[in-house]
């Protein structure tokens, strides 16, 4: 059985109110949920609250599922949806302030984490939403370019573009801040 | 050999908190049950105006009971109180089904 007929088999079940398959659903989409909405709002607690509310439209609207896509695309969307709008709500833009510059002092307070989740984590909060964002979904969630576009709503060659330059950014974050660890990179 | 970007990012998965799918749950219980109650409330409201409107009907028609060549008046706070008696009691049952809904 492929994923998607796994995932149909559940949805329905969803459909029909079955609590446990929605947990099910959860359990299974909602790390990979939390790394999207992580790499937007740069705030894990915030980001779990937010992930906590678009479950439950999911499970609001999922009678409206109608399989035209993959159930992840469609999850996935709301996800980027919605924390774009709780980005934009939040008008203290943090993630400008950290756009381009890492400052010297957060250099060698980020250098004190040693794991390389920690590491890579740390990377991946200093970069622009939308680089960080198509990075998880391309090489995380396995998507492939068009599922990004989907995802996103970006035009292919934008997903390109970023996630190129989304690659490029994190090697020379991960040697700024990690400098020996990470020289393979 | 694998790209070391994607090797990276595979291994930096983040997690939610270990009560995450409970939290919501109960979020998605107690929205339930907010909305079972909303639908309860309306219920009530319909009742109520139901009531109400057949109240208005018998206040303006006046009631009159003829038996044995006798016609007895029956003055009109009578049914109304009746009416109003029935109507709170009903209010009482579905106020009280309101409080004990458990999804």
């Not at chain 1, 960080?132 to 492939?144: D, G, I, P």
């Not at chain 2, 749950?25 to 409330?41: H, P």
């Amino acid at each position: 059985m492929t994923n998607e007929e796994h995932d149909k088999l559940i949805i329905e079940r969803v459909k029909n109110g079955d609590h446990t398959a929605f947990r099910q659903l959860v359990d299974k989409y909602k790390d990979d949920s939390l790394a999207l909405a992580c790499s937007i709002l740069k705030d894990q607690d915030l980001a779990e609250d937010v992930l906590q509310d678009v479950f439950i439209k999911i499970y609001d609207k999922i009678k409206s599922f109608k399989y035209q896509s993959a159930f992840y695309t469609w999850l996935y969307r709301f996800v980027v949806n919605k924390c774009y709008n709780e980005l934009r709500k939040h008008k203290k833009n943090r993630v400008e302030m950290k756009d381009d510059m890492i400052t010297s002092d957060e250099l060698s307070k980020k250098s004190d984490a040693v794991d390389q989740k920690t590491m890579i984590n740390t990377a991946l909060d200093l970069m622009k939403p939308d680089e960080a964002l198509v990075l998880r979904l391309f090489y995380l969630s396995e998507l492939k370019i068009e599922e990004v576009v989907q995802v996103t709503g970006f035009g292919a060659s934008k997903v390109k573009v970023t996630l190129h330059r989304a690659r490029k950014s994190l090697a020379e974050t991960l040697r700024k801040l990690f400098g020996k660890e990470i020289e393979e990179l | 050999m694998k790209d070391p970007i994607e090797k990276l990012l595979k291994e930096s998965k983040v997690e939610t908190s270990h009560d995450f799918t409970d939290q919501l749950i109960n979020k998605l219980d107690r929205k339930l049950e907010r909305k079972m109650r909303l639908g309860l409330y309306l219920l009530m409201a319909f009742v109520l105006t139901f009531f109400g409107a057949i109240v208005f009907v018998w206040i303006q028609s006046g009631y009159q009971i003829s038996a044995f060549g006798l016609s007895v008046a029956i003055p009109k706070t009578g049914p109304i109180l009746a009416l109003s008696l029935v109507v709170f009691l009903v209010l009482m049952h579905v106020r009280n089904l309101v409080r004990q809904v458990d999804i």
